[in-house]
């Protein structure tokens, strides 16, 4: 999962200046500088940034495209809110990708990779007693994009950065409820199925890995309503 990042200070470059607030916007969103809901007043943002309104409202059509944002009626421009069927969706075409990543992984991935990836774990876990370090998302996140590099398959990178921010969204949600030790004990058994290359217990360990932290958002979310894809048989 990942960690709550500071907002960087956006750089302005004249060329792609929308594709520049877009990322900015979305940093915004999963540092919590902006929430779920959450109004985005054109105006107001092209003021504080120093750019005109137009590239402002390329920016937001742009993330509205996406997904990211709803245009409310009377309201404007608004974070979306997910709601159980967003994050059933999300969580579980991470579970097929990453599946599919670690199965590959298996296979494709080098002595020395994995041994890297093992050592970056290592380091992960003797963070866990650093009270500087207030979360191990970060770390969690590096390995599951590790996780994907190793599969060599390009069409399923270009397929899971496509919804990446989605991930990194719901993650953040989630991340807030998470503990350094959960982060820690839920990551070995990726590593362990990396070393085995197992394919198919790799596959069905990442699957139930992911099964299990959709399964958690289900329980510690606010929501009342409960999806009917709630059901491990679908995922495993």
């Known amino acids: 999962m990942d960690q709550q990042l500071q907002t960087q200070p956006l750089i302005i470059q004249k060329q792609n200046i929308s594709e520049e607030l877009v990322k900015y916007i979305k940093q915004q969103i999963i540092a919590g500088d902006l929430n779920p809901g959450d109004r985005i007043v054109e105006t107001k943002l092209a003021r504080e940034l120093g750019v005109s309104q137009t590239p402002v409202r390329e920016a937001i059509r742009h993330l509205h495209g996406e997904g990211v944002i709803t245009i409310v009626p009377n309201k404007g421009p608004m974070v979306r809110t997910l709601d159980m069927k967003d994050v059933f969706e999300i969580y579980s075409v991470r579970s097929m990708l990453e599946g599919l990543a670690i199965r590959l992984a298996t296979q ?62 719901v993650n953040r949600l989630l991340g807030a409820k998470s503990t350094k030790q959960k982060e820690v004990d839920q990551h070995l058994e990726l590593i362990e199925a990396l070393k085995k290359r197992n394919p198919d217990e790799a596959e069905h360990t990442m699957r139930k890995h992911i099964f299990r932290s959709y399964r958690d958002f289900v329980q510690l979310s606010e929501k009342k309503e409960q999806p009917v894809e709630f059901d491990e048989k679908l995922w495993l």
């Open 108 to 169: 494709n991935a080098t002595d020395a990779q994995i041994a890297e990836l093992e050592s970056f774990y290592e380091q992960m876990k003797r963070k866990l007693h650093d009270d500087s370090v207030p979360s191990l998302l970060h770390d969690s996140s590096h390995i599951h994009k590790t996780i994907i590099e190793m599969a060599d398959h390009s069409r399923l990178l270009n397929m899971y950065q496509s919804i990446s921010f989605q991930i990194s969204l």
